[in-house]
């Protein structure tokens, strides 16, 4: 059950949206080449640091600019809903990139012990508003925290790292692959990793410029500007590609991934995946 103080907030498989599932509970996950892949293939040498250095010339749009960003999410709130089968109360949880708090709770409402991150800090202030109610078995703890330069939990100490719409705010190839790197580094071993994010949309038009123009400037393929009201650029966000998926998955054992289709309050078409995977290594 969701708490009344997030009854307009609904899992992405109650939406109403067209939900694709790929796959359940499969080892061997096919993620499908069915046209969103990199043409530029910068992805695939990500760890080429001197090819993948710092090609966004607007640098005061890298992930900083969310420490004083005004957010409205582009989509409705999604929770981790798809967890709540593969979790047991008592676990720790990280959920990185926070905002308001929305999957904390509801992560809390289903026994976890949660600490919510986010480098906003009136993010933080309106994610500790939130009063537990009746469904919550535990309260969530906020922190402000810059995830790629902090350390905000210890190696090997987190059961559930969540990062959900959180690698689409590193535009940087390198603070992508710096974050995953993180995430991984501090699950136990057993624990789950959960990605929500958002799909390249090569076939759309309006979604095919918008790459072309970050690409042009020097950006990662499936970067963009996000615009402000005014027009004026607000922040870079970034579409990920399949290999982008590939290398993302590639150190865990896949639970399950599915794809979605939802609209941003602007009235665009958004497709967006979900994933859990386990980490069968033992920390470091
Ligand atoms: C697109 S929002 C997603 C918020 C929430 N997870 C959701 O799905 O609605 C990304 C969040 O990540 C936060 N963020 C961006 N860079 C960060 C960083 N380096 N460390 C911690 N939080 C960061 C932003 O302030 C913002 O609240």
Known sequence: MLSPAFADVRPASAMGVDIALESRESEA????????????????RVADRDEAAGHFPLTTLGYHCWRELDYLPATRDLLPVALAEHVR??????????????????????GLRVLGVDINPRAIEAAR???????????????VADFLRDRVAAAGSIDVVVLNRFLTCLP???????????????????GLIYVGD???????????????LAHANGGRWGNFAVLDDQGRPSFVAHHHSVQELRRMVSPY????????????RHGHASRMFELIGVNERRPV
């Open 172 to 190: 940087a190839v390198e603070d992508w692959q710096d974050a995953l790197s993180r995430a991984l580094e501090l699950l136990t071993e057993g």
């Open 29 to 44: 996950v096919p993620i499908h080449e069915n046209g969103w892949t990199d043409p530029t293939g910068r992805a695939e």
């Open 198 to 212: 958002f799909l390249l949309m090569p076939a759309c038009p309006h979604n095919r410029r918008r790459y072309q």
């Open 89 to 110: 109360a008592g676990q720790r949880a990280l959920d990185v990139g926070c905002h308001h708090g929305a999957a904390a709770v509801y992560l809390a409402s289903l």
């Open 253 to 264: 054992r896949v639970l399950c991934f599915r794809r979605f289709s939802t609209r941003s």
């Open 129 to 143: 508003q939130h009063r537990p109610d009746a469904t919550s078995r535990c309260r969530p703890e906020f922190i």
